[in-house]
T-cell receptor, first 117, second 112 residues
Framework: AQKITQTQPGMFVQEKEAVTLDCTYD???????LFWYKQPSSGEMIFLIY??????QNATEGRYSLNFQKARKSANLVISASQLGDSAMYFC??????????????FGKGITLSVRP | GAGVSQSPSNKVTEKGKDVELRCDPI?????LYWYRQSLGQGLEFLIY????????KSGLPSDRFSAERTGGSVSTLTIQRTQQEDSAVYLC??????????FGPGTRLLVL
């Protein structure tokens, strides 16, 4: 089974509207971390937001928030007030292991988001 | 401060040749990672260095791939006898004990 699943086709959103990008994950480890990265056409990977498995509250970073539903094993990214510069590929990733450890990230296949003016 | 840097930014090589890709992590970051991204795909883990510990090589696709990290800083990923399927973007990331991995701009490798 895939550890990170991103199945949405290319997403479109009108500028200034909110959009949700879906991510489901699969792990038997009770300790894990979930990440979202943005990859614009230039190719760099830009960190957006992090959620730890034991965090009680959903993570927020500016216009980004993570809708973490542990029982459903989902970690959807919500972008509020979309901007043209948000057009990019978005990757969900997971680190398995105890908080604070450094270990590899497993990435989903990504979702393409296009923001329409 | 300076981010993760990688060189070269682009590399074109002929099938069968060896290539070396370089990564300079963020100063003070103890962990360094290599990933590979094939066209239109997500990132695939290759290898991970943490301080002086033995590296996690579990993601290396074949024995043609190797990596070293000298002095706990700069890392070199070497691909021997390159094949066309090795064509991809090779991304390096570094981190501290805190969660986030910060990525470099990548090296785009094309094997003809």
């Amino acid at each position: 089974a895939q550890k990170i699943t991103q199945t949405q086709p290319g997403m479109f959103v009108q500028e200034k509207e909110a959009v949700t990008l879906d991510c489901t994950y699969d792990t038997s480890d009770p300790s894990y971390g979930l990440f979202w990265y943005k990859q614009p056409s230039s190719g760099e990977m830009i960190f957006l937001i992090y959620q730890g498995s034991y965090d009680q509250q959903n993570a927020t970073e500016g216009r980004y928030s993570l809708n973490f539903q542990k029982a459903r094993k989902s970690a959807n990214l919500v972008i509020s007030a979309s901007q043209l510069g948000d057009s990019a590929m978005y990757f969900c990733a997971m680190r398995e292991g105890y908080t604070g450890a450094n270990s590899k990230l497993t990435f989903g296949k990504g979702i393409t988001l296009s923001v329409r003016p | 401060g300076a981010g993760v840097s990688q060189s070269p930014s682009n590399k074109v090589t002929e099938k069968g040749k060896d290539v070396e890709l370089r990564c300079d992590p963020i100063s003070g970051h103890t962990a360094l990672y290599w990933y590979r991204q094939s066209l239109g795909q997500g990132l695939e883990f290759l290898i991970y260095f943490q301080g002086n510990s033995a590296p996690d090589k579990s993601g290396l696709p074949s024995d043609r791939f190797s990596a070293e990290r000298t002095g706990g800083s700069v890392s070199t990923l070497t691909i021997q006898r390159t094949q066309q399927e090795d064509s991809a973007v090779y991304l390096c990331a570094s981190s501290t004990r805190v969660e986030t991995q910060y990525f470099g701009p990548g090296t785009r490798l094309l094997v003809l």
